[in-house]
């Protein structure tokens, strides 16, 4: 879960946050949704501990919102849904799973980059 750099000094996002990074947008749409949220945690905390990468922040905190948003309201809210997959509409789910798939990607497109692959 670490991150590691090379002598150019980019990030370089380790296998097991791209793994983390594709399972969030593969358990939403598998409806696994309150689950979802660990993969997201692992990719969170590592796009904050590497602080060279400002970008993988920014698309890390909008899955992040995108993940919390329909959390919050599911807790919070008078919902008679057994689980957060059963309460998000199809359309939060694709807008959920279209953003873990944009930050994959991100972290994919950082990482060959910064390994000059």
Same mark, same amino acid.
């Given at each position: 879960?670490? *991150?590691?750099?090379?002598?150019?000094?980019? #990030? &370089?996002? /380790?296998? /097991?946050?791209?793994?983390?990074?594709? #399972?969030?947008?593969?358990?939403?749409?598998?409806?696994? $949704? +309150?689950?979802?949220?660990?993969?997201?945690?692992?990719?969170?905390? !590592?796009?904050?501990?590497?602080?060279?990468?400002?970008? +993988?922040?920014?698309?890390?905190?909008?899955? *992040?919102?995108?993940?919390?948003?329909? +959390?919050? *309201?599911?807790?919070? $809210?008078? /919902?008679?849904?057994?689980?957060? /997959?059963?309460?998000?509409?199809? !359309?939060?789910?694709?807008? +959920?799973? !279209?953003?873990?798939? #944009?930050? #994959?990607?991100? &972290? &994919?497109?950082?990482?060959?980059?910064? *390994? $000059?692959?």
């Amino acid at each position: 879960m670490t *991150t590691t750099s090379n002598t150019t000094g980019t #990030a &370089h996002p /380790s296998k /097991s946050v791209l793994v983390a990074a594709w #399972a969030a947008p593969v358990m939403v749409v598998g409806q696994f $949704g +309150l689950l979802s949220g660990i993969p997201i945690a692992v990719v969170l905390v !590592a796009s904050l501990r590497d602080r060279r990468s400002r970008v +993988l922040r920014w698309w890390t905190g909008a899955l *992040t919102l995108a993940y919390a948003i329909p +959390l919050t *309201t599911w807790l919070a $809210g008078p /919902s008679e849904a057994p689980s957060l /997959s059963k309460y998000m509409s199809p !359309a939060t789910t694709a807008a +959920l799973a !279209a953003t873990g798939v #944009a930050v #994959a990607i991100a &972290h &994919h497109v950082v990482r060959r980059r910064s *390994t $000059g692959k």
